[in-house]
């Protein structure tokens, strides 16, 4: 714990009326808000020389602190990490080809391997990483979440490592083995009877009662630093800069850190604009495709963004991305508003086929929400969303290994035998056109 706390690194600007708070134990001295007007959503803004960054970026990463001098962590002796956040960039030619057979289009489709993560392999390590890292240079040794579950779990793990107690606030459908993952570290589970909206009030009400600190979600400061990277990460991995950038969304951490990113090094790469965000909720639980669709057909009047609707107890197969309530659409809609971009629906009924394609085509097994993201990508072809020459990024965020229920339905090549007259040895190309077909069946 570092008890100086003057420092000059970097300041948190309140995104509505600019008050300055100066360091992060202000910042949970006054309850992660604005003590002007009360906004949970402050940046943090890093008074450095960004001149350095290109050297920086040309250089290999083991992990997302790599970019150490644009963290809002004072000494690096605080740092826990396993590695997180520098995950590869992979070129996906099944895509490629089925974009050119199909549509005529030349296009170079590049996933972001967030699935390899060193913590807990998921989208949500390196936001766990930096928490874990910032409480222990503050001092803080208790914390809650609420969570659908890999947030949940890359904090139960990363905060363990820093000796932090975390307590979590599952809803009631959250998946078992995340329960049991956070569970095993030796961390508190409350899981709650309710959606995810329900565990949130909870957990919001066990923060007030026990004064202790809980994470504020998808504006969290701490997640936005942390996620921002990949901005970094594409430039020093990409040979050209997304145009298109498709992610399954539930709260939309991903989009607004991508924005906070590039307008944070604006100054160094003046060129740089939002890929046109392209994002994806599973028809199980699509609030924001809803409000998407509804603003779409009313041509998007002023303040659309304001109106969504929420969905209270939603029935998904991909209780990931289970957010009914959709308290971040205003900020996250127009953003993929003023990038060109769009909400698109996946079926539930279309993501085991997708998931056995990856795997079979790429050898990539992908969790259910990652699933979500790669069926968008069919969705974004069907509706002439990707145009000829453009590159797209799809950000996978989870393997399979916390949906074991979802991986089972994979199997298709098994037989039952009771001698050996049963068995045959098989040619692995006949597979290709039935897992093709599976995904393109309407
Ligand atoms: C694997 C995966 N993909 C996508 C998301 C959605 O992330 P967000 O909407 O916060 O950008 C999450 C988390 O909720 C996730 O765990
Ligand atoms: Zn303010």
């Known amino acids: 714990m570092l008890r100086i706390k003057i420092q000059h690194k970097y300041h948190l600007t309140c995104t509505q009326c600019r008050h300055v708070t100066p360091n992060f134990w202000t910042w949970f001295e006054q309850e992660q808000q604005c003590p002007e007007c009360g906004s949970k959503h402050s940046e943090v803004w890093y008074n450095r020389r960004y001149q350095r960054l290109p050297r920086l970026i040309n250089r290999s990463p083991t992990s997302f602190w790599h970019y150490f001098p644009f963290l809002p962590l004072l000494r690096r002796r605080h740092i826990i990490s396993k590695g997180e956040g520098a995950v590869p960039v992979e070129r996906w030619p099944f895509l490629e080809e089925f974009a050119?057979?199909?549509?005529?289009?030349?296009?170079?489709?590049?996933?972001?391997?967030?699935?390899l993560n060193g913590g807990t392999g998921t989208f949500k390590d390196t936001a766990a990483s930096l928490a874990a890292s910032?409480?222990?240079?503050?001092?803080?040794?208790?914390?809650?979440?609420?969570?659908?579950?890999?947030?949940?779990?890359?904090?139960a793990k990363y905060l363990s490592l820093a000796k932090v107690n975390c307590s979590v606030f599952m809803p009631e459908d959250a998946i078992k083995t995340s329960e049991a993952t956070i569970s095993s570290y030796g961390q508190q589970v409350f899981r709650v009877m309710g959606d995810y909206a329900k565990a949130k009030e909870i957990a919001a009400g066990y923060a007030r009662l026990h004064n202790i600190p809980m994470s504020t979600g998808n504006i969290d400061p701490i997640r936005i630093e942390a996620k921002k990277t990949m901005v970094f990460e594409w430039l020093r991995q990409m040979d050209k800069f997304p145009d298109v950038y498709i992610q399954a969304v539930s709260g939309g951490t991903g989009p607004i850190a991508i924005d906070k990113g590039i307008r944070e090094i604006k100054q160094v790469y003046p060129k740089l604009k939002n890929p046109r965000f392209l994002l994806v909720q599973s028809d199980g639980c699509d609030p924001m495709v809803q409000a998407w669709e509804n603003a779409e057909a009313e041509g998007f009047p002023e303040g659309f963004e304001k109106k969504y609707p929420t969905i209270d107890n939603p029935k998904t197969e991909v209780p990931t991305l289970a957010t009914g309530?959709?308290?971040?659409?205003?900020?996250?809609?127009k953003l993929?508003?003023?990038?060109?971009?769009?909400f698109l629906r996946a079926h539930e009924k279309k993501l085991v086929p997708v998931?056995?394609?990856?795997a079979y085509e790429q050898k990539v097994i992908p969790g259910p929400a990652s699933a979500v993201s790669i069926a968008?990508?069919?969705?974004?072809?069907?509706?002439?969303?990707?145009?000829?020459e453009e590159t797209v990024l799809l950000n996978i965020g989870e393997g399979p290994n916390r949906a074991p229920y979802f991986l089972e339905q994979m199997i298709y090549t098994s037989h039952n035998v009771h001698n050996v007259d049963?068995?045959?040895?098989?040619?692995?190309g006949d597979y290709r056109m039935q897992l093709w077909n599976e995904v393109m069946r309407d």
Request: glycine share 8%; proline share 4%.
């Open 100 to 115: 050119k057979k199909k549509y005529g289009l030349d296009i170079h489709v590049h996933v972001y391997r967030n699935d």
């Open 336 to 342: 993929v508003k003023a990038s060109g971009g769009s």
């Open 134 to 155: 910032l409480f222990n240079e503050i001092g803080i040794d208790q914390y809650c979440i609420a969570s659908t579950g890999n947030s949940a779990t890359a904090y």
């Open 376 to 388: 968008g990508f069919f969705v974004a072809l069907r509706k002439n969303l990707i145009k000829n």
């Open 422 to 428: 049963e068995c045959a040895p098989h040619s692995i």
């Open 355 to 358: 998931g056995k394609l990856a």
């Open 325 to 333: 309530n959709p308290a971040t659409y205003p900020i996250v809609a």
